[in-house]
T-cell receptor
Framework: KAGVTQTPRYLIKTRGQQVTLSCSPI?????VSWYQQTPGQGLQFLFE???????NKGNFPGRFSGRQFSNSRSEMNVSTLELGDSALYLCASSRNLNTEAFFGQGTRLTVV | GIQVEQSPPDLILQEGANSTLRCNFS?????LQWFHQNPWGQLINLFY???GTKQNGRLSATTVATERYSLLYISSSQTTDSGVYFCAVEQGGETSGSRLTFGEGTQLTVNP
């Protein structure tokens, strides 16, 4: 069974640009969550989607947004990129709410 | 919010040695997971263990929910065990939903 797939794996963007990252969950999983990992802040929760609805949002500015489609695939968008947005972005899928989470390989974003 | 503390922050072992990693959390949790982050950044599931004891090969884990801690045991360590080990907890409920709160990790280095 295929795992969680994130695309692209690597991305280099310029300050001020915007970026869209994609996450395809494990087949049958309905919950998708996003996390940001940086050396200084560790792993931090961005948001969670279930059945196309955002159920939870972490403490990030409005430049960070996301959505989930009817097939459970999710995208996150970061607008007006800042140098500090450089990070590994990880997506996790779960079969339902409050069940075991499985992570993708991540998208490594570098903002120059 | 809930606090998750992992110890030790760094651990260096010789191949074949045993080790214990600890995770303390500050409030009651619905779920607890242990992950190993591989060199490419992916979080690999080790255990989903809100309470009790589980074993998987050379690894085992115990969570004592009433005392708010979990332990990860690695026996007969191998160089491939090197990497960062994370503990993550989920409180559940309407406020926290399915978000995982991560500890800062234990960096394990196993030398040949």
């Amino acid at each position: 069974k295929a795992g969680v797939t994130q695309t692209p794996r690597y991305l280099i963007k310029t300050r001020g640009q915007q970026v869209t990252l994609s996450c395809s969950p494990i087949s049958g999983h309905r919950s998708v969550s996003w996390y940001q990992q940086t050396p200084g802040q560790g792993l931090q929760f961005l948001f969670e989607y279930f059945s196309e609805t955002q159920r939870n949002k972490g403490n990030f500015p409005g430049r960070f947004s996301g959505r989930q489609f009817s097939n459970s695939r999710s995208e996150m968008n970061v607008s007006t990129l800042e140098l500090g947005d450089s990070a590994l972005y990880l997506c996790a899928s779960s079969r339902n709410l409050n069940t075991e989470a499985f992570f993708g390989q991540g998208t490594r974003l570098t903002v120059v | 919010g809930i606090q998750v503390e992992q110890s030790p922050p760094d651990l260096i072992l010789q191949e074949g040695a045993n080790s214990t990693l600890r995770c303390n959390f500050s409030d009651s949790v619905n779920n607890l997971q242990w992950f190993h982050q591989n060199p490419w950044g992916q979080l690999i599931n080790l255990f989903y263990i809100p309470s009790g004891t589980k074993q998987n090969g050379r690894l085992s884990a115990t969570t004592v929910a009433t005392e708010r801690y979990s332990l990860l045991y690695i026996s007969s360590s191998q160089t491939t065990d090197s990497g960062v080990y994370f503990c993550a907890v989920e409180q559940g409920g309407e406020t926290s939903g399915s978000r995982l709160t991560f500890g800062e990790g234990t960096q394990l280095t196993v030398n040949p």
